[in-house]
């Protein structure tokens, strides 16, 4: 199978963080290290570049020798796989720097940028529907509906049916934590007709919701079912094992239209971790901290630092995350990462 077979199938795919030293510098190290575990965990791709990987490589310069990194890596982990990891690249900015950033991508070997369209922030929907299809022609494209609280912009229904107009849309990544936005971007793409266009949960607050939910829409055409199919999540970058677990039984769960209560119990308590990981309390200031702190403590990441060191964990956060820990102790995959961390960390 290839990767875009596989992504239409559908995939656990963790939004990669940065790993880097106390020098806040690149750690190659523990970076590929991050990778070969979502890889041993059961992902069936990775994203970089994306907001967990924060947007502020490309004020470094280090978006591209992230991405040649990752490009080197994957290369090796698929040299053990029947089925390549899905190679996904954050694709962001004003349509000069999209289309550079796609261009990179698409020559590394990505097979998808996921689109951030976070720049524009009052263009003219038909100006960033020009912009996803230049950018489209570049790489094959995952949209992108980042929530409104981290920078993302309120995107409506004839928007998205608009954008599953566009040929190389092969995802949609919806991720507006609204159950209202959610739902226009599915209808959108049932009334296109698209079902050559996946649809991947970002909503880290309603995962089990999202992959067990038929999504029942009336189309012109008559009533069409859709389902998220697999997600692409910043909650997945932790306990990713568990997470590939999970997704599982939401799939087998949504094929057989039987959804046990304890499955319905368990995405009550992902989100309770996701409140604490994320930061929700906060307002999503230590979204991006929080993931880094869980990776620290089963030793993945050597530091919780990130680019900006007035970014840290929220006010309370750190008991926050202590709670959850102590709480959902099946959720974790500490024993996973304590068996097999040395041999990762091996260049």
Known sequence: MNAYDALREGLVIPASPLALTSERRLDERRQRALWRYYAAAGAGGVAVGVHTTQFAIRDCGMYRPLLELAADEYARLDRERTTPLARIAGVCGLTDQALAEAERAHALGFHVGLLSLAAFEDTPFDAILDHCRRVSQVIPIMGFYLQTAVGGRALPYRFWRAFAEIENIVAIKVAPFNRYHTLDVVRAVAD??????????????????????????????????????????????????????????????????????????????????????????????????????????????EGAWLLDPDETLGAGQAEEIERVCRAYPHLNDDDFVARHLDAWMKP
């Not at 079912?225 to 909650?235: A, D, K, M, Q």
């Not at 604490?276 to 702190?293: E, M, R, T, W, Y």
């Open 192 to 301: 296109a007709g698209r079902e050559d266009i996946a649809l991947y949960t970002g909503n880290d607050d309603a995962i089990v919701a999202d992959l067990t939910t038929p999504f029942v829409c009336q189309t012109p055409k008559g009533a069409v079912t859709r389902y998220f199919v697999g997600g692409l999540l910043g909650h997945w970058a932790v306990w990713t094992q568990s997470a590939v677990a999970l997704h599982r039984q939401c799939r087998k769960a949504a094929q057989t239209g039987s959804i046990p209560e304890a499955l319905l119990a368990r995405g009550v308590e992902t989100t309770d971790c996701n409140a604490a990981f994320f930061d929700a309390a906060n307002g999503f200031k230590g979204c991006i901290a929080g993931l880094h702190q869980v990776l620290q403590r089963q030793g993945l990441l």
